[in-house]
């Protein structure tokens, strides 16, 4: 039987704290994959959309892999829909179909979490956000398992948005304030989360205050660009996958090289790379979103969906009865 696990059951089944959990040990473990990470990416004909298959997604110690198939459109809400196919990775069978959106939003804005933590100054307790939507929400969502957040200043396109996510984290107990820029948010924080659908650098150099870290998010297909290239190549760049990073994230969109990247985050967390090697510098971690993660994710919610007998079964190929053919 297949498990059937749309955004509602996965809210009930995931928890951030125990997902981030899931994703720490994952970074790790990939430092050793011997499989690459593969993007397939398409823009689709007389539509504003695109559409991406991620593949294939393992990680040693779960015996299943996952192929992920997302939709994107900036205008539409959500801005993403989709699939995950978690398959047992013995047999090929599908175990579950969990909701992309969900998938994605969460395992992107908690590893974001957990880079922006450990990159960011220690005493930071206020926090930037350009770009108000699911990913940078569960950015903060993340962020406050793992630190103090007191503070978050917001700045959106539309207004609108950025005033619904201060309402929200008001209501949370936290101090917001929404501003008119990237720039304002860049000056008044040390910590920054950008999360856009931006095709042009939202900040530079001067933008940023010495010592800050920028958390890149947008810059995960090619073209997609938020911060230049002068402050990439001033700062200490993080990234998820280095080969990823070239052909469709940020150092590739840049015209930077491979040795332009200090670390993969994997090495951060494991401790073998400094999340920064002096107080004044500059730190960006800019991500793709690699298959492995939606596999981290979708293996904890299948798991605690067994136990919970949470989700819909659906039998995809029925039995044969008496034994028959079909």
């Not at 473990?29 to 539509?47: D, F, G, K």
């Not at 880079?115 to 940078?136: E, F, K, Y």
């Not at 979708?298 to 007998?309: D, E, G, K, N, T």
Request: aromatic residues 4%; neutral net charge.
């Amino acid at each position: 039987m297949t498990v059937l696990l749309g955004a509602g059951e996965l809210r009930q089944l995931l928890t951030p704290r125990a997902a981030m959990q899931s994703l720490r040990q994952g970074f790790v473990a990939a430092l050793e994959a011997q499989t690459s990470p593969q993007r397939v990416r398409r823009s689709l004909p007389s539509s504003p959309g695109t559409i991406a298959v991620l593949l294939p997604g393992l990680l040693t110690g779960i015996p299943a892999y996952t192929v992920k198939v997302n939709a994107k459109f900036p205008d539409a809400e959500p801005a993403i829909s989709g699939i995950v196919c978690l398959h047992d990775l013995r047999t090929g069978e599908l175990l579950a179909l969990l909701d992309s959106a969900f998938v994605t939003a969460w395992r992107t804005g908690l590893s974001a979490a957990l880079a922006t933590d450990l990159l960011s100054p220690a005493r930071t307790h206020t926090v930037g956000v350009i770009g108000a939507g699911a990913q940078a929400d569960m950015t903060l969502r993340g962020l406050a398992q793992l630190r103090t957040v007191k503070r978050v200043v917001i700045h959106d396109v539309d207004g609108g948005r950025a005033h619904r996510m201060a309402e929200a984290w008001q209501q949370a107990g936290l101090d917001c304030s929404v501003v008119g820029s990237a720039r304002e948010v860049a000056r008044a924080c040390d910590s920054i989360v950008t999360a856009t659908w931006s095709r042009r650098p939202l900040l530079h150099l001067a933008d940023v205050r010495p010592g800050s870290h920028v958390t890149s998010l947008g810059a995960d297909e090619p073209g997609k660009a938020e911060l230049d290239a002068q402050l990439l190549r001033h700062a200490r760049v993080v990234v998820d996958d280095l080969g990823l990073a070239m052909t469709s994230g940020a150092l590739g969109t840049a015209g930077l090289r491979r040795g332009d990247a200090a670390a993969v985050l994997g090495q951060i967390i494991e401790g073998t790379a400094p999340a920064r090697t002096d107080a004044e510098q500059v730190t960006v971690y800019t991500p793709v979103g690699l298959p492995w993660q939606d596999l981290a994710l979708s293996w904890a919610a299948y798991q605690a969906a067994l136990q919970q007998r949470a989700g819909i079964e659906f039998r995809f190929h029925p039995q044969p009865e008496n034994g028959g053919s079909i």
